[in-house]
């Protein structure tokens, strides 16, 4: 039973390759996606993976008190995450599958705007909700919201338009809206003056589009690359060596939800994560998480060329 | 194509069955070259529409089409498609000749409707280009 939850919001500093394998659509390696509303996601194992292997490397200290003698960082990771081999126990922490929440398109006027739509921020309320946290949200009145804009949006065009990709979209400023997008921008980027920017960019750009728009959007504006292979003989592209690969944009921003139990092992084995009462165990295996978890992570493949840069936000309140 | 009653029963309302007859129809009339040719652009053509839109990409379709050669098949074909009652959401009516024209005065929704019926016209007619048009070895 989880007892502690604690949202996590990812921001794509890079392209992000979440690859579903192979599919039998236009594009060779395709994004992972939700099935029934083709919206992209992220795989909670991948997530889990990642965030693991960032944790091996972490130079962030914990600050973890062990009873027990010669606890190295790999115990402590194989207490949290499960072990590496055998079965002998699960992991004490779970992560929710990364959901998105905003996603990058270009406007005719100030350069891109993020998009969303009515079904992703109902879903973002209840998941925040779920994890009782970010009480802010709940002054947010989603009613009628479709095809708005804040108040101050750059992208605006003759008054009431905004171009997005090839399609017009007629809109409303709205001052609920306003408040969605400033709350949104204290959610997902840090208070740091180095985000000033983004921030603003946020409060303004934010465009609540409806959710078939949305699911066009994130259908087909995501980035597609084609890839090639060069013979070196020859300097020319192999035969057979050439196909496409699909990428969620830089600047798109997901959530996921990480949850905690006490560690899974016997009483005297559980080390530093020992409490008096399985709430206070759950909120230590939490802790250990927030104080060790690097603020940029690798998620997704390519990493080598690049992909995969995350910006890791918790929410704390 | 099969009568209208029927067509919604059959894969994706008869759009693979439809992709199949047009890749099966140039394989009877083309030479090597020629089939070759339709089996890159067919490939090709997807790619440019994700990455440039389709208004663009059918503009381009079109001043590349000679009378006979593979793009104008393809224009033709993308035509036949959507007139035809295959389609999903929006089709080609009939007193309208020219694919593009009708393109470009359609509304936001409806090009995007487009959009996704030729992708997923040109989805099939991918598979089936690589499945029969095999390399000439």
């Known amino acids: ?317 | 194509m099969g009568e209208k009653g029927n067509i919604i029963y059959k894969i994706e309302k008869g759009r693979a069955e439809f992709a199949y007859k047009c890749v099966e129809d140039v394989i009877k009339k083309s030479d090597q070259k020629k089939k070759k040719e339709y089996q890159s652009h067919v490939k090709r053509i997807p790619q440019m529409i994700l990455s440039n839109g389709l208004g663009q990409t059918l503009a381009f379709i079109k001043a590349k089409s000679k009378k006979g050669n593979s793009y104008d098949l393809i224009y033709k074909q993308l035509t036949d498609y959507m007139k035809s009652d295959c389609t999903s959401r929006i089709s080609m009516p009939d007193n309208e000749s020219d694919l593009i024209e009708w393109v470009i005065s359609c509304d936001s929704i409806d090009y995007r409707y487009i959009t996704q019926e030729v992708i997923a016209f040109l989805g099939w007619l991918r598979r089936f280009v690589e499945g029969l048009i095999k390399e000439d070895n």
């Open chain 1, 1 to 317: 039973m989880y007892r502690k939850f604690s949202p996590l919001i990812l921001i794509a500093e890079s392209p992000i390759h979440a690859g579903s394998g192979s599919e039998l659509g236009i594009v060779d390696l395709p994004i992972q996606r939700e099935k029934y509303t083709n919206f992209p996601k992220i795989e909670g194992s991948g997530l889990k993976g990642c965030i693991r292997e960032a944790f091996r490397f972490s130079k962030k200290e914990a600050n973890v008190e062990s009873s027990l003698e010669n606890m190295s960082n790999d115990d402590l990771i194989s207490l949290v995450f499960g072990p590496e081999e055998g079965d002998a126990h699960a992991g004490s922490i779970a992560f929710t599958d990364a959901k998105i929440l905003l996603f990058p398109v270009k406007s005719l006027k100030g350069v891109f705007g993020w998009i969303t739509c009515p079904m992703v921020l109902n879903r973002f309320v209840e998941d925040m909700k779920f994890a009782d946290k970010v009480d802010s949200i709940k002054e947010w009145n989603l009613e009628k919201i479709r095809y708005t804009v804040p108040e101050d949006s750059d992208l605006v065009i003759f008054g009431d338009r905004i171009v997005l990709e090839e399609f017009t979209f007629k809109i409303e400023k709205s001052n609920k809206t306003s408040k969605v997008a400033s709350i949104l921008s204290n959610i997902v980027f840090n208070e740091d003056t180095a985000y000033e920017y983004w921030k603003d960019k946020l409060r303004k750009n934010l465009v609540v589009l409806s959710d078939d728009d949305f699911q066009q959007f994130v259908t087909h504006s995501t980035e597609v690359i084609t890839r090639t292979k060069i013979d070196s003989e020859t300097g020319t592209v192999q035969s057979g060596a050439l196909w496409t690969e699909e990428y969620l944009p830089q600047d798109s921003i997901l959530y996921s939800i990480v949850m905690t139990t006490p560690v899974r092992v016997k009483e005297e084995k559980k080390g530093p994560f020992k409490g008096e009462n399985p709430d206070e165990e759950a909120e230590k295996v939490m802790n250990f998480f927030k104080l060790k978890v690097p603020e940029v992570i690798h998620l997704g493949g390519n990493q080598t060329i690049g992909k995969g840069i995350v910006r890791i936000k918790l929410l704390e309140d």
